[in-house]
């Protein structure tokens, strides 16, 4: 039946063919692909690039941004250099960016609050509506910056143009998240510091916006962090001195794509996950690393000088098929970690013997090619074992599968939720429990949370390009409630974590997404998709804003309060967790982010 899972029998044929399998679609499935690109699509390189290219058509305030865009790179190496030389020469260094009647604030101005915590020291300031006064000079202006970190220092200066107003043919405002990054260059005991503010920059020129000119800066708003200690210091080198692992975990994406075997899935997109567990018993826990086709599982045990080896070949689980996600949990309640791989459209589910040696035990493949890309585990039925629930992203293959409408698809692959029976194996349940409501979108991850207090676990799935699921579990039934939780988050959803960051008693939600400064700035023109009713601009213009924090209210409703928090902005986040660094009792955020990176700075 199509979109069912099936348990393979556990027997030596299954085994072996286990061991080789090749999550590849055979041959003849290409046909069963039904999503299509959108009509008129072009399939010439020259014709793609001069759709790419802003200035070959009449969008002003594009034009205005890749020109204002230059200006500020040249602006932050400028700054760079003044930073590193004389600061005497800083005001010759700036002669050429600016207009004659420039007015620049002091671009780290005084006041705001301040605080500190475990060495780091914090100030946050805002604007309150009275201007601050000009620095009399743009030297003066820069000073107040560079000054915050007085020695001798290796800066890093970086700007995100976030908004474009056109005020006539030669002046446009241009709206700047500006960061910068600073380490004295005698290391000074691990000095760091960090500035991020939101600039409103102003520009003219006298032949069109080609070669603009800062007319003024203004800062809104700006936070920065001084710490005198470094807290963090990399041991990747001393922890993993296995050579054969190093030499493979070290390079990227970029080096192994055409290293690999053609015929396996070539992933180099970041999607494949770790879990951590203790798979050997001994008190310390171990990371299993899942790796593209062609390169081997890892698996690294933890030794007891505090550096780790990996087994996987000696544990069997050193799978060459390209591995997405990964649990480490006791399936079978034996008391042992036990292991499951989302491998192309199969979960593997492997049995730990207790020393970290797994045999395979059960393969749930789903009939329809699509490939899981994450798996959650909990005790749903409250039957005393884990259940599990496999998220699927695209149809065929990445690159692929087109999402439609891009803003809210619901042509993606069916999850599947698989109910442990023991022995007998899994049984997928989708259907039975509610689960197949609201289940054809682009899911990348499923977290499950008892977020209701109710004594059962709930089910939160995040969907890239478009809204999020909320699974309420009523006993039998799930019922999607994001819509009325306030929680659907439309958006490109990567991630998500849960904590009572507030310590109110119940669970708050905080879910990565895609923070985009290009689908900021375009989508809020006044002539962008100016036809399509005012929900479609304003759905769309949602799905580049960033992450998003929803506190939970106790009565079954969410809030957002991202921005009040500062926590919006998280690049192009991934699986951001809660986690309590300096044990003071309040979770802290981290927020991995990035993707794709060449050579050439507009190449994805």
């Not at 036809?531 to 949602?542: F, K, T």
Request: charged fraction near 25%.
């Amino acid at each position: 039946m199509t979109g069912q899972i099936k348990n393979a029998n556990r027997d030596r044929t299954f085994t072996a063919m286990i061991a080789v399998v090749s999550c590849w679609p055979p041959n003849g499935l290409a046909n069963a692909q039904t999503d299509q690109a959108p009509g008129g699509a072009v399939d010439s390189v020259e014709a793609l690039t001069a759709i790419a290219d802003p200035l070959a058509d009449d969008w002003e305030t594009e034009k205005a941004y890749v020109a204002a865009s230059a200006r500020l790179k040249q602006f932050g190496e400028a700054l760079r250099k003044a930073a590193g030389g004389d600061s005497d020469g800083i005001g010759e260094t700036l002669r050429g960016f600016f207009t004659d009647a420039a007015i620049v604030e002091f671009l780290r101005p005084d006041g705001g609050e301040r605080y500190s915590i475990d060495g780091y020291d914090i100030r946050r300031w805002q604007r309150a509506g009275e201007p601050i006064p000009a620095a009399g000079n743009r030297a003066a202006a820069v000073r107040s910056l560079l000054a915050a970190v007085p020695h001798p220092a290796e800066w890093r200066f970086a700007f995100k143009t976030v908004g474009v107003e056109r005020i006539d043919d030669r002046r446009f405002v241009t709206h700047v998240l500006f960061q910068a990054f600073a380490r004295p260059t005698d290391k000074n005991g691990g000095r760091a510091f960090q500035y991020d503010g939101h600039w409103r920059v102003a520009w003219s020129s006298t032949d069109g916006v080609e070669h603009p000119l800062i007319g003024s800066i203004q800062v809104d708003s700006f936070s920065e962090v001084d710490t005198r200690n470094s807290a963090w210091v990399d041991c990747t080198g001393a922890v993993l001195r296995d050579a054969a692992a190093w030499r493979q975990l070290a390079r990227g994406g970029e080096y192994w794509f055409g290293r690999t075997d053609a015929l396996g899935e070539l992933n180099f997109m970041g999607h494949n996950g770790i879990a951590v567990g203790d798979v050997n018993g001994d008190g310390r826990d171990d990371i299993y690393v899942a790796m593209g086709t062609g390169l081997p599982n890892k698996l690294l045990v933890q030794q007891g000088d505090g550096t780790v080896k990996d087994t996987a070949d000696e544990a069997g689980v050193a799978w060459l098929d390209d591995t997405k996600g990964v649990i480490l949990a006791d399936m079978d309640n034996d008391g042992d970690q036990d292991l499951l791989c989302a491998i192309g459209p199969t979960i593997v589910y492997q049995k730990n013997d207790g020393r970290g040696h797994f045999t395979p035990f059960r393969g749930m493949r789903a009939s329809s090619p699509a490939s899981f890309y994450s798996l959650a585990v909990a005790d749903y039925d409250l039957d005393g074992d884990l259940d599990v629930y496999g998220c699927r992203y695209v149809n065929l293959r990445y690159g692929v599968s087109v999402p439609m409408p891009l803003h809210d698809a619901n042509n993606g692959p069916p999850n599947h939720m698989l109910r442990n029976d023991g022995e007998a194996g899994f049984v997928d349940v989708t259907t039975e429990v509610g689960l197949n409501v609201n289940n054809t979108r682009f899911s990348l991850a499923a977290t499950w949370i008892d977020y209701d207090g109710d004594g059962d676990s709930d089910l939160h799935v995040v969907n890239d390009f478009g809204r999020n699921n909320l699974y309420r579990n009523d006993g039998a039934k799930f019922v999607d409630v994001a819509g009325e939780a306030g929680v659907e988050d439309q958006a490109a959803g990567m991630g998500a974590t849960w904590s009572d960051f507030d310590r109110d008693g119940d669970f708050d939600l905080y879910v990565s997404n895609m923070f985009s400064s290009a689908g900021q700035r375009i989508a809020y023109q006044p002539r962008f998709k100016s036809d399509a009713a005012p929900s479609m601009r304003e759905q769309i213009q949602r799905h580049s804003l960033g992450n998003s924090l929803f506190v939970n209210r106790g009565d079954g409703r969410f809030d957002d309060i991202s921005d009040a928090a500062g926590v919006r902005m998280g690049r192009w986040a991934w699986g951001a967790k809660f986690v309590d660094f300096n044990n003071d009792g309040w979770d802290d955020l981290f927020v991995p982010n990035g993707f794709l990176t060449n050579d050439r700075k507009d190449d994805l």
